[in-house]
């Protein structure tokens, strides 16, 4: 999905360059607050997301919110509500390709997931996906990873053990660094069954 955002997204967003062609357009809510969108989500101490038809995601900031807590809430939880919105299940997960075939790594925050992405992908594997993984239903019936944003969020032994070079932290309060891999990763435009 390309996004056209008024929010900056981060190393690896797929940013829309033409104007009218984003699936998603992230907006900052001024004034008003929204109140007709069909999914409304509050992030305690960081804004309120609220998801319109037509693909449009309203944040509306908290006074103590700041731009990393906003890319943080738009590229999280307001991805995966744009995701439902267009009938895709949305797996808070990493995913690789092995032989092919997509390989999802699921379980609960901190069990390890991105690392062992991590350490897949340094191995030769593709990396498809990162901390979060969107399924489609193919019209053949079959399940397809959709690849995600080329970035792994890794503590920083990790980053280490794998000569990554970290773009920053995921957020002011986490110790995890946001990495670009410089290995095989699935186009943005081949899902993986």
């Not at 609220?50 to 309203?58: H, Q």
């Amino acid at each position: 999905m390309l996004i056209e955002s008024d929010v900056a997204l981060g190393p690896g967003a797929p940013v829309s360059h033409d104007e009218g062609a984003a699936d998603v357009r992230v907006l900052l809510a001024h004034g008003e607050p929204v109140r007709s969108a069909d999914k409304q989500l509050n992030w305690e101490g960081c804004c309120r997301l609220s998801l319109l038809a037509g693909g449009v995601l309203m944040l509306e900031p908290s006074a103590t919110a700041t731009a990393q807590d906003l890319a943080l809430a738009a590229s999280g939880s307001g991805l995966a509500l744009a995701l439902e919105q267009r009938s895709l299940l949305a797996l808070h997960g990493s995913c690789v390709a092995i032989d092919g075939q997509a390989v999802c790594l699921l379980g609960k925050s901190g069990a390890g997931k991105s690392t062992l992405a991590a350490a897949l992908h340094a191995a030769g594997h593709v990396l498809v996906s990162d901390a979060m993984t969107a399924i489609e239903l193919g019209d053949d019936g079959l399940a397809y990873a959709l690849p995600g944003w080329p970035v792994l969020k890794l503590w920083p032994n990790t980053v280490d053990r794998w000569g990554l070079e970290a773009q920053g932290t995921v957020h002011a309060e986490s110790e995890k660094l946001l990495c670009v891999p410089s290995g095989p990763r699935a186009s943005l435009h081949s899902p993986v069954r």
